[in-house]
């Protein structure tokens, strides 16, 4: 299974390439396949890429609920706090 996140571009230092933030956890990531990417914007980055920008309320719908789950999961399954 993949999963893809959203997280919020906090830098842009070169021309194909973000820093963006996930919860504290900031990477550099590829812009490749994404166009007109501001810092504040939205992405969801899967392996290291940014495959599409997302709207501020879809990027902060999807992670609450991934908060949630994390928030929720047994530390036996070895889920991302």
């Known amino acids: ?3 893809a996140v ?3 571009v906090v830098q842009l230092p070169a021309p194909d390439q973000a820093v963006v933030d996930l919860d504290g956890v900031r990477k550099t ?3 490749a396949m994404v166009d ?3 810092v504040g ?3 969801i980055v899967h392996v290291g890429f940014a495959l599409r920008k ?3 309320e879809e990027a902060e719908a999807t992670l609450a609920l991934l908060r949630e789950i994390w928030a929720t999961a ?3 399954t070895g889920a991302a706090p």
Do not use: G
């Open 6 to 8: 959203p997280a919020r």
């Open 36 to 38: 007109d990417v501001a």
């Open 29 to 31: 990531i590829s812009l």
């Open 74 to 76: 047994s530390p036996a």
């Open 54 to 56: 997302l709207d501020v």
């Open 1 to 3: 299974m993949c999963l």
């Open 41 to 43: 914007d939205y992405v």
